[in-house]
């Protein structure tokens, strides 16, 4: 998404992207709207037109009565009566005009929000649709930025063109028309030169100062990525003493924002104050000819005044088009900014008509699996084991081994480069990735949590499911007795991302988040990583109670977690470097054996170091 703002053929891609949202195939009632909104919109346009002629007749009345003060009585009645009749006939005109472009609102008004919630929510469903890199590679606060402004974009577009640019484009042709054909070809020949003039100097200099608009929107996105990921990151800024620093990234941001929005607003008065003085020079040779019509007889003073009358009323949108011209450039640019979010290819996307997995006892199988996140750097390079139905596999291996990207290609955020991953002998690729992911559960190593209560991050395993169905989740993780000791118990909000709890409350939290999900595979990426010694045994021996007659993958760092797995793949620089039972590698004295010897050391020493401390206190 670049900054750019879209060339015209890209704004009519744009339009066009957005039509159907205002004609939806199948809505019998927002089409009905639309044609109702129509009417309403000619009506008040027709209504608008007729009230300076209204004007006009009253105004030509009283003068004529002025004229005749000395005549007979039924001469001062029709002094009294025509004026009065004209003036609140004037009057019901005005009102039908405004109650048409209200009630125009009123009807279209569901059709603009329908409009403007289906196409958010297209691209909502789009952005979760794309694969994990697409993601990676955003900074979200310009993500939904660039969302948020697209929305509002689409609901001044509806607003603004289509029931004030376009009908003040035809009134502007009925009054030149009205004015040509009740008085003089000059009164039609200045206003509309006065209208082209003033179009193509508010083209030109708008144009010339879109480029401060972007200038504000990209400092605008920069400052509110970097507000979001320090605000994010607050327990990292404030272990390494960067207030200061952090506001001043923040600060640079907006003063960079200061210097666009500055520079954006004195190009705007130069541009208010052209288009003032274009209307001004049109209105006073208009009125001149007006006064000499007046003054030769050939026009009447309520001709005076409706000439007057019609220019004024048509001025006044005009000078309000300048604004609406600059917000719907925005607008479009903002459209086509969201918009082009669709135009991002999906990755990873299901095949025609894939089928749903048929999931039935849940083997699994890596088939000399090769995956790269960059051309340049293979992470996998040829993996190939079985995880068999009903049965405990590990995975285990030093950092960057390529551990946790076997669980990101099992969830098809990526798919493999080459060989193939099955389950029940389906290839995941060729089955929909919705029922894929319906049947995998897993308890990530970076637990996230919704900024929401505890029940509702663990229903989030299955949405819909009962109260009761938490609590036993709650249990089954051990997280119960926490939960219990609660003010709020379950309705406990637990804050952005769960800073509210322990990196191992939070990773209980995930753990009964999984298992109320029910899923035929289970996945523990690093389960227990931040899990207490004591905890952890207790952890494990829930995981070993529920992941019994499941097909689990563990995923781990600590080898005392996995030492009851059927069987341990140890993985080194991307290939299977060692494989067998527990005992089995021990014999063997190679990778994993060093591995537990090292861990032991440190186990061993923090025991020390836990006894050690007890004895001093």
């Known amino acids: 998404m670049g900054d750019n703002q879209p060339s015209a053929r890209a704004e009519f891609g744009v339009v066009k992207t957005f039509l159907p949202y205002l004609w939806p195939r199948g809505e019998f009632e927002l089409k009905t709207r639309v044609v109702i909104a129509l009417l309403f919109l000619v009506g008040a346009k027709i209504a608008n037109v007729y009230v300076p002629v209204l004007y006009k007749y009253a105004v030509d009345a009283l003068g004529g009565g002025k004229a005749g003060a000395g005549s007979a ?36 008004a569901k059709v603009a929000q329908r409009a403007i919630r289906t196409s958010a929510l297209g691209v909502f469903e789009h952005l979760h649709a794309l694969s994990l890199r ?25 607003s603004f063109m289509l029931f004030n640019i376009l009908p003040t484009l035809l009134e502007i042709f009925m009054v ?42 990209q400092r605008d996105d920069e400052a509110n990525t970097k507000a979001i990921d320090s605000l994010i990151n607050y327990e990292t800024v404030k272990y390494f ?37 274009i209307i001004a020079v049109g209105l006073v040779l208009n009125m001149l000819l007006a006064a000499k019509g007046v003054q030769d007889g050939n026009m009447t ?72 996140y960059n051309p340049d750097r293979q992470i996998l390079k040829g993996v190939s084991f079985d995880v068999p139905a009903g049965k405990t596999v590990a ?64 229903a989030y395993g299955r949405p819909g499911a009962d109260e009761e ?61 931040a899990l207490d010694t004591r905890t952890e045994k207790d952890i494990q021996q829930a995981l070993r109670d529920v992941s019994r007659g499941h097909t689990t993958l563990v995923i781990a760092h600590r080898l005392s977690t996995v030492i009851d797995a059927d069987e341990i793949i140890v993985l080194r620089d991307g290939q299977v470097a060692e494989r067998g039972r527990h005992q089995d590698l021990l014999a063997q004295d190679g990778l994993y054996a060093e591995m537990w010897a090292q861990q032991q050391e440190i186990r061993e020493a923090e025991e020390i170091l836990a006894h050690a401390g007890e004895a001093t206190t």
């Open 134 to 158: 697409f993601h990676l590679d955003r900074q979200m606060g310009g993500l939904s930025r660039a969302i948020e402004r697209g929305v509002k974009g689409i609901e001044f577009l509806l």
């Open 73 to 108: 009585g039924a001469d001062t009645t029709s002094l009294i009566v025509v004026p009065v009749g004209m003036i609140v006939a004037y009057g019901l005109v005005r009102v039908l005009s405004s109650a048409f472009g209200e009630l125009r609102d009123a009807v279209f």
């Open 469 to 529: 169905e938490i609590t036993n989740a709650a249990k089954l993780a051990s997280i119960d007795g926490f939960i219990a000791g609660l003010p709020q118990g379950f309705k406990t909000m637990v804050g952005e991302r769960g800073l509210k709890l322990s990196g191992g409350e939070k990773q209980r939290v995930s753990i009964a988040r999984m298992l109320l999900k029910r899923p035929k595979v289970m996945i523990f990426d690093e389960a227990t990583s």
């Open 176 to 217: 030149s028309g009205i004015l040509w054909v009740l008085y003089d070809f000059w009164f039609a020949l200045i206003t509309f030169v006065t209208i082209v003039i003033y179009i193509a100097f508010t083209l030109i200099v708008t144009e010339w100062r879109m480029k401060f608009r972007r200038e504000m929107n």
């Open 241 to 277: 003493n960067n207030e200061d620093h952090e506001s001043r990234r923040y600060d640079n941001a907006l003063r960079g924002y200061e210097t666009a929005a500055v520079k954006s607003q004195e190009s705007l008065s130069k541009l208010n104050i052209g288009q003032g003085a």
């Open 301 to 372: 003073v309520g001709d005076f005044v409706l000439v007057n009358t019609y220019l004024l009323q048509l001025y006044m949108p005009l000078n309000f088009l300048g604004f609406v011209y600059r917000q719907i450039k925005q607008s479009l640019t903002d459209m086509e900014r969201m918009f082009s979010l669709l135009d991002v290819e999906k990755e990873v996307e299901d095949k025609i008509g894939a089928p749903a997995l048929a999931c039935g006892e849940a083997a699994i199988r890596f088939e000399d699996v090769k995956f790269a």
């Open 395 to 458: 995975v285990v291996g030093p950092s960057g081994a390529g551990k946790s990207t076997l669980t990101r290609l099992m969830f098809r955020f990526y798919d493999v480069s080459s060989g193939r991953i099955t389950i029940d002998g389906q290839d995941i690729r060729d089955v929909s990735q919705t029922s894929l992911r319906r049947s995998i559960g897993i308890v990530p190593q970076d637990t996230v949590l919704f900024n929401d209560t505890i029940a509702y991050n663990i």
